[in-house]
């Protein structure tokens, strides 16, 4: 069973859907066993980090999914809650990543809405069968600062973090769910792990 970790961020539908779509049973939920249970969990998000940061924290999400120890993949703002601290709503996160999550500076169009490429870091898992032409999708206006982790970056405005990973934790900042059949391929590549 594949678990997507309800705590009150937008998109978690859209990514049951693409799951579903690739054959893989699937739930939304917060309850803590099933998401231990889980193959695989998946820590999606559209929405304010701070906001989410105290959900977290009241339902006790923050420590349990920090002590997953299956493949975990944050997507848009569940990566950017993965990382140690967010300028929106000046929180602190989970820590998983070392980095900081910024706001794009006042210059040009935020947020970086639309289709952008990769650059790949060699031989990653995540992006088996996918090039540096591949586009995918982003909206945000806050981005995680490259660091050690970070496994595949994009230019908007300037260099950022476009995916990371750490022991079993897997990012992306971009959406798997709405980058059509490219997103299919790596969201289906995080499955098969």
Same mark, same amino acid.
């Given at each position: ?5 309800? %705590?009150?961020?937008?998109?978690? $539908?859209?990514? @049951?859907?693409? =799951?579903?779509?690739? !054959?893989?049973?699937? $739930?939304? *939920? ?19 980090? &701070? ?20 493949? =975990?993949? !944050?997507?848009?703002?569940? #990566? ?5 601290? &967010?300028?929106? !709503? /000046? ?11 910024? @706001? ?11 289709? /952008? $490429?990769?650059?790949?870091?060699? &031989? #990653? ?5 996918? $090039? ?6 982003? =909206?945000?206006?806050? %981005? ?5 982790? *970070? ?14 990973? @750490?022991? /079993?934790?897997?990012?992306? #900042?971009?959406?798997?769910?709405? &980058?059509?059949? =490219? !997103?299919?391929?790596?969201?289906? /590549?995080?499955?098969?792990?």
């Amino acid at each position: 069973m594949i678990a997507i970790v309800k %705590y009150n961020a937008g998109n978690s $539908t859209s990514v @049951k859907n693409a =799951v579903e779509r690739l !054959g893989f049973t699937c $739930t939304i *939920t917060n309850d803590h066993q099933a998401l231990k249970n889980a193959s695989k969990v998946i820590f999606p998000g559209v929405g304010a980090a &701070s906001r989410a940061m105290t959900y977290l924290k009241e339902t006790g999400l923050d420590k349990l999914i920090v002590a997953l120890d299956q493949p =975990v993949l !944050g997507i848009c703002l569940g #990566q950017q809650l993965l990382c140690t601290h &967010s300028e929106e !709503g /000046n929180v602190d996160c989970l820590g998983i990543f070392n980095a900081q999550v910024k @706001k794009f500076p006042p210059y040009g169009s935020v947020p970086h809405m639309g289709w /952008n $490429t990769l650059a790949i870091r060699p &031989s #990653q898992a995540l992006f088996k069968n996918i $090039t540096e032409q591949d586009d995918v999708y982003f =909206v945000h206006s806050y %981005y995680c600062e490259l660091s050690k982790y *970070t496994i595949a970056s994009c230019d908007y405005i300037t260099t950022f973090s476009a995916a990371m990973q @750490k022991d /079993n934790f897997y990012a992306t #900042q971009f959406h798997p769910e709405k &980058s059509a059949s =490219v !997103g299919e391929i790596i969201l289906n /590549n995080f499955l098969q792990l």
